[in-house]
């Protein structure tokens, strides 16, 4: 797989690549819609970590590349969403099809934000190791695209 200008391409163990591009600095930040349409835009996706392996190969790329500790420490949004509302977990390739493979955070997700408000869109956060969170789609932060 040849990726595109501004991606990097990461392997798994098992050869399995993919291409991704994370967003960095203040100023490419979006909501979780707005990342999505930003991604496609660009001839991709938010990223879609549908096996134990590509979870795996993107949890120690960010660990290598990207300060986890203190204030600022980065939470990017993936391709992963509750799309009806009724607590099931889809990724944006297949809206239909519940998600089997999963790296929740302890006592995630939660479906409880600030104020009470409703968490449908997930995000990977350097806190806990990039292990995955619910939170409300409306937040402004970084995300990850995976070329398709």
């Not at 977990?89 to 408000?117: C, L, M, R």
Request: proline residues 2%; negative net charge; aromatic residues 10%.
């Amino acid at each position: 797989m040849t990726c595109r200008n501004g991606f990097t391409r990461l392997v798994t163990t098992g050869y399995e690549t993919m291409c991704i591009l994370v967003s960095q600095g203040h100023d490419d930040v979006f909501s979780w819609e707005a990342a999505e349409s930003h991604c496609e835009h660009l001839g991709g996706r938010l990223v879609v970590l549908d096996s134990h392996a590509k979870i795996q190969m993107l949890k120690q790329y960010l660990l290598a590349n990207f300060h986890k500790e203190g204030h600022g420490a980065p939470h990017f949004w993936i391709g992963a969403k509750d799309f009806a509302g009724r607590d099931v977990f889809n990724w944006v390739s297949n809206q239909h099809a519940a998600i089997t493979v999963t790296d929740w955070a302890p006592d995630q997700p939660s479906n409880t934000g600030a104020h009470h408000k409703v968490e449908d869109c997930v995000e990977v956060k350097a806190d806990t190791d990039y292990q995955w969170d619910d939170k409300e789609c409306n937040h402004e932060q970084a995300y990850i695209c995976e070329q398709v």
